[in-house]
């Protein structure tokens, strides 16, 4: 082993950071990237199939507008107490962690209960045509976005309430707001694809 | 807990912390001994199923990928005996099928990609200066996948329910129509379990590499190789969705009655192609890209000067990775497509040819101005040059449609893709073993043995395939299981089955030198090769933790720059497992963050994950029960448990 020379005191340094800092909100970045590519690869195919078909949709209704447009509403509400979470979540503040954590944890469920009326206001089966597959596909992708976030954020919001709600975790709250975003994000995306696209 | 109490909890935890022992305090013995207590892995069966060292499960991780490179390597040499005379009795036509399926399937999706992702998990925390790598739960619950989706898809082939449609399953033929029973299943859902576990280490060695670099190492530092994994871990993240999603929709259309592939109900067939290819030719850089890496970083060592272009180099790997998304069509050429997509698609495959060009240009450079050294890395590497440019020379040719249309499912284009895929990933691959052997063991490997490693490699391979060339030229189109005496394709395939035998003896001959070295190897002591990357600042093999202090990078060959002492930062805990986070630009120091210690979680994810995938062949409900102990597990696994690590 070669001789060293100590350059670098990194004691004070602190032990968890938020944002750009934290290795877990690039983390969260890497994979918003591969869902991300897993939603444009879904709706590139949603396109590819709409394409060669020439009449859009297929043998179907276009899919109603009423509990889709609810999602949307209910993600959009969500954002203003996200974005309060995670500011609370930068100030450690866990009284108000706790709060947004709740409120976070419902909304998150909102959307999920108004998605048992989305499916079969798609107007088609998955096993109907391709028009009904592709669209079960997109949707059943975000639900499953809605799914897991939710099992994140309820696991993260019973977590600040036991003692280990301090420290890092306020950074694990700001990373799933983060997710959050994402969520809401390819939701606005899929939501002009699916409800859209067939009434072009 | 009440919120005064998470207050004094933190007031608590400073007090602590600040109080803390560090690597500043304790001499040289008694810091090895608190580290190595607090890094060890447990002895026994516990220790060697919960670790999340990236040195014990890159090791593990290159064996698994390496023992599935010699089971499709006797796959190969059965299919090679099976042609080695006109109508051969060897094996029947569905057990080849099943054979040039596993064969290839193996090949790429259980060796190349996952090997050159084994050597990272070892190699690239050392050369970053770090501790372990990032999310090393992560890392270990990766490698159980990837184990568990390889003897999936094995053990099938062992029951006679192998996948029998080729290593890109075309749709109709594994459609529900052409093929019934589970055999394409199988193969679609080894897709799930190679994407997972390949998808995981890229996150892990993308956040490794930009937060976890050591003090000092700007982006303009990075080792070559480091820049190729990024690079690489980026295509993967990009490419791999394509072929989940579309092998995803292959299972539904095969178990559940979607319609995305049946032209009967409004899907294309072609969409598969499109999906595949979009992931399968990236794939093709995914293996070649950590390659040209691996031979940037072992230049300097036996050209005894710095690896000529650095910034070239870097720029043309972003490059390569960049224009690998823009090439998928050309393997579809022969699929009417309109005349101005195949236009564009020849200029860019023939386009990704010049950031190609300027690496050799680099790397010849670099050898022609340097002092070579010959021992058997720096042959491969020299075979490597040779094999690669031909494999390259007739992938210019196939880019071309009118060549292409005539050459397509033609032994031409295996000639052309083996040339490229060994000559180009396998042939450095060997390389860099020899290269990183004494730091994996801490032993030298024979050279002896190794000069008679690659001459046979090399003489072999070119042996067995340059002739595939010509026989696909004469028409010899790719997969058949047998051909007509009168077609006088034996005495040409007949030289190419003997030559076969060679290359599969060099390397029985390369496993002979591993286990023989792994005993009676020389010692290799920390920096062998004087090279100047900063996995050689350490011992070899190197202790739990890595480094002692951890290292500061002050140029760009931090090992050759620093010769009389290296400079190093310290204050980093040592009663808990604490690595140092730095920027992603300019690597300051930011953060002392805790890394994860050893878990059983990850592996009983694993198993609950196998669960839900293999259920999910026969019954899509196995989605729903299946995700029920996943859950579970994946709660259990991210609860803190109280440790340090997990509190501070």
């Known amino acids: ?200 | 807990m009440s919120v005064t109490e998470s207050d004094r909890l933190k007031e608590q935890e400073e007090r602590e912390d600040a109080g803390a022992p560090r690597d500043s305090t304790a001499d040289e013995a008694e810091l090895h001994r608190v580290l190595s207590e607090t890094w060890g892995t447990k002895p026994g069966f516990w220790g060697w199923i919960t670790t999340v060292d990236h040195k014990l499960i890159g090791r593990r991780y290159i064996a698994t990928t390496f023992f599935f490179l010699f089971l499709a390597g006797l796959a190969a040499m059965v299919m090679r005996a099976q042609l080695a005379q006109p109508e051969g009795q060897v094996v029947g036509p569905d057990l080849y099928n099943q054979l040039f399926t596993m064969h290839g399937t193996t090949m790429m999706f259980l060796f190349a990609v996952s090997v050159m992702e084994a050597v990272a998990v070892f190699i690239i925390p050392l050369v970053m200066g770090t501790r372990n790598i990032a999310f090393p739960r992560l890392n270990a619950f990766s490698y159980w996948v990837f184990l568990f989706g390889g003897v999936m898809v094995w053990g099938a082939f062992f029951l006679n329910i192998g996948p029998d449609v080729g290593w890109f399953a075309y749709v109709p033929l594994s459609g529900p129509e052409f093929s019934p029973g589970k055999r394409a299943d199988f193969w679609a859902q080894m897709i799930t379990f190679t994407e997972v576990a390949a998808l995981a280490v890229a996150v892990e060695l993308i956040v490794t590499i930009l937060k976890q670099r050591a003090p000092g190492m700007t982006l303009d530092r990075i080792p070559l190789f480091a820049w190729a994994m990024l690079v690489t871990a980026f295509m993967v993240m990009f490419a791999m969705p394509s072929v989940m999603v579309g092998s995803s929709m292959l299972i539904m259309d095969r178990l559940v009655g979607t319609h995305f592939f049946n032209p009967a109900e409004g899907g294309d067939v072609l969409l598969w192609q499109h999906l595949f290819w979009f992931f399968g030719h990236p794939e093709v850089y995914i293996i070649f890209v950590p390659a040209s890496g691996m031979i940037s970083v072992m230049l300097p060592a036996f050209t005894r000067r710095p690896v000529f272009g650095h910034l070239a180099l870097v720029l043309s790997v972003i490059s390569i990775g960049i224009l690998s998304f823009g090439l998928w069509v050309h393997h579809m050429f022969v699929t009417a497509l309109p005349q101005l997509g195949e236009s564009f698609f020849t200029a860019s495959s023939m386009l990704i040819a010049i950031p190609n060009g300027i690496q050799i240009f680099c790397w010849v450079a670099t050898i022609v101005s340097g002092k070579p050294r010959y021992a058997t890395p720096m042959l491969f590497i020299i075979g490597f040059i040779i094999t690669f440019v031909i494999g390259g020379l007739t992938g210019v040719m196939v880019a071309s449609v009118p060549l292409d249309t005539q050459v397509h499912d033609s032994y031409f284009v295996v000639a052309h893709f083996h040339y490229v895929l060994i000559g180009g990933a396998v042939f450095p691959l060997l390389g860099a073993v020899y290269y990183w052997f004494p730091k994996f063991t801490g032993r030298m490997m024979s050279e002896r043995l190794g000069r008679w490693n690659f001459w046979l490699a090399f003489l072999g391979f070119n042996a067995a395939f340059f002739p595939m060339h010509l026989l696909g030229l004469w028409g010899m189109p790719r997969r058949i299981y047998t051909y007509q005496p009168e077609l006088n394709w034996g005495d040409m395939n007949l030289f190419v089955s003997l030559a076969a035998v060679v290359v599969f003896a060099s390397f029985a001959l390369f496993l002979w030198n591993v286990l023989y070295s792994l005993r009676h190897g020389e010692p290799a002591g920390d920096n062998p090769w004087d090279a100047d990357t900063l996995e050689w600042a350490t011992s070899s093999p190197p202790p739990a933790y890595n480094f002692a202090h951890i290292p500061v990078v002050t140029a760009r060959e931090p090992l050759w720059a620093e010769r009389r002492a290296l400079p190093v930062a310290v204050g980093l805990r040592t009663d808990m497992r604490e690595l140092v986070i730095t920027s992603v630009t300019e690597a300051r120091p930011e953060l002392r963050e805790s890394s994860p210690d050893p878990s059983i979680w990850p592996l009983i994810s694993a198993i609950a994950l196998t669960g839900l995938f293999i259920g999910s062949i026969f019954t899509p409900w196995a989605v729903v029960y299946g995700s029920i102990p996943l859950t579970i597990a994946l709660t259990a696994w991210f609860w803190p448990k109280g440790d340090k690590e997990d509190e501070a």
């Open chain 1, 1 to 200: 082993m070669r001789p060293m020379r100590p350059v670098q005191d990194l004691s004070g340094l602190p032990s968890y950071g938020f944002g750009t800092k934290s290795p877990v909100w690039w983390g969260t970045l890497a994979f918003v990237a591969i869902e991300d590519g897993g939603f444009i690869v879904a709706i590139a195919s949603y396109l590819y199939i709409a394409f060669v078909n020439r009449v859009w949709p297929l043998r179907a209704p276009p899919p109603d507008l009423g509990p889709c447009t609810a999602v949307l509403v209910l993600l959009l509400i969500s954002l203003w107490p996200n974005w309060w979470l995670d500011r609370a979540a930068r100030e450690e503040n866990l009284r108000k962690v706790r709060i947004g954590m709740v409120v976070m944890t419902l909304l998150a469920t909102a959307p999920l209960i108004v998605r048992i009326w989305e499916f079969p206001a798609l107007n088609v089966l998955w096993d109907t045509n391709a028009y009904g597959s592709i669209n079960w596909l997109l949707l059943g992708l975000h639900t499953i976005h809605l799914l897991t976030d939710w099992g994140d954020t309820l696991v993260l919001a019973v977590l600040m309430f036991t003692r280990h709600g301090h420290g890092k975790r306020f950074s694990d709250v700001s990373d799933n707001c983060f997710y959050w975003y994402f969520v809401i994000a390819s939701w606005v995306v899929l939501y002009l694809f699916i409800y859209f696209v067939p009434r072009l």
